[in-house]
């Protein structure tokens, strides 16, 4: 199982950055799929979730209106973020999780986005 987070890197405030997220080694469209992020100091927290047929997605209220997450038949998730503010700083995170019939819980290695001037 493999989950290859690539797109971070430096922005200004306001910009905008793109991430990606690329599955392989299982069935991707049984997995809802997440970013999340972690901040130094701070916990991980749960920033986007796309479910596995793309019909739900859910965001943290930091995020909401700046963010979308997406996925593609091409084993891809996708977290578009605009309007980029320091706060926004940290590792992101891709997830892929599966609840039934058994618990599965995959994690890629992050990928750092820094939003400064």
Avoid: H
């Amino acid at each position: 199982v493999q989950l290859v987070e690539s797109g971070g890197g430096l922005v200004q405030p306001g910009g905008s950055l793109r991430l990606s997220c690329a599955a392989s080694g299982f069935t991707f469209s049984n997995f809802d799929m997440s970013w999340y992020r972690q901040a130094p100091g701070k916990e991980r927290e749960l920033v986007a979730t796309i479910n596995s047929n793309s019909a739900r997605m859910n965001y943290a209220d930091s995020v909401k209106g700046r963010f979308t997450i997406s996925r593609d038949n091409a084993n891809t998730v996708v977290l578009q973020m605009n309007s980029l503010k320091p706060d926004d700083t940290a590792v992101y995170y891709c997830n892929a999780r599966r609840l039934w019939p058994k618990k599965y819980d995959y994690w890629g290695q992050g990928t750092q986005v820094t939003v400064s001037s």
